[in-house]
């Protein structure tokens, strides 16, 4: 079993700052990208950022410039340092990993519950 569990949504006023964590645990062998989604009301899941390994980071147009996406030492945490927060950033927030929990075994996908992040005056 696998679980990603997200921490650190909430409210917060226009051109503020959240910090996000999402922690993997459970059988885990490797964890090969770990990264963010977020949907908004009436709107398609979408890609935030995301972090290989290796430690390269692919951004969304939208929030390049104002979002850092991190990974702790063990791999197994990863973060979402979110400045300059607009209205238009206000979604769930997903944690999402491709994991192989076993040598030799396929990857699969995996998603944490989501985190309602809400930016509002």
């Known amino acids: 079993q696998v679980q990603l569990v997200e921490s650190g949504g909430g409210l917060v006023q226009p051109g503020g700052s959240l910090r996000l964590s999402c922690a993997a645990s459970?059988?885990?062998?490797?964890?090969?990208?770990m990264g963010w989604y977020r949907q908004a009301p009436g709107k398609q899941r979408e890609l935030v950022a995301r972090?290989?390994?290796?430690?390269?980071?692919n951004y969304a147009d939208s929030v390049k410039g104002r979002f850092t996406i991190s990974r702790d030492n063990a791999g197994n945490t990863v973060y979402l340092q979110m400045n300059s927060l607009k209205p238009e950033d206000t979604a769930v927030y997903y944690c999402?990993?491709?994991?192989?929990?076993?040598?030799?075994?396929?990857?699969?996908?995996?998603w944490g519950r989501g985190t309602q992040v809400t930016v509002s005056s």
């Open positions: 999402n990993a491709i994991i192989a929990q076993r040598f030799g075994v396929r990857t699969r996908e995996y």
């Open positions: 972090i290989s390994t290796g430690g390269g980071t």
């Open positions: 459970g059988t885990i062998f490797s964890i090969n990208v």
